[in-house]
């Protein structure tokens, strides 16, 4: 039976994922991307002043964890690149909002926006991490 058939019939080949890779590499990178962006926020946890990224963090090291133990460090190495360099695309997609002139109607006062203030601690933060 030809691999082809064999992929018609269900059974998946070496060469295609499982759906369980896909769901734990899109959690590990959802995860990432999504603790560097709001890391810039401070938040009260207990009475310590932690950045808000430390609440979802967590998850990527589970995911990570899960892709090492279960897929072998080889594919779980690709995945963490796969991170790293989603995370650079966000951080070039951030700062090329920020070179970009914003429309009249979106901010009158032209120095300094609520964006630009928010978000130059976050793409230095976004790049450390990287």
Known sequence: MSTLERNIAGKPSSTQASTWFVLVVAVFITCLLTANIISV???S???????AGV??????YICGDVLT???????A???IWLGFFC????VAGI??????????FWMPRPPMSEFSVLHPASS???FART
């Open 41 to 43: 926020k401070l938040v």
């Open 124 to 126: 230095r933060l976004r």
């Open 95 to 104: 700062v090329a909002t920020q070179v970009l002139p914003g429309a009249d």
């Open 87 to 90: 995370n650079l695309l966000a």
């Open 77 to 79: 190495r690709s995945v």
């Open 69 to 75: 133990e279960v897929y072998g460090f080889r594919r």
């Open 55 to 60: 609440i979802i963090f967590p998850i990527s």
């Open 45 to 51: 946890l207990w009475g310590l002043v932690v950045p």
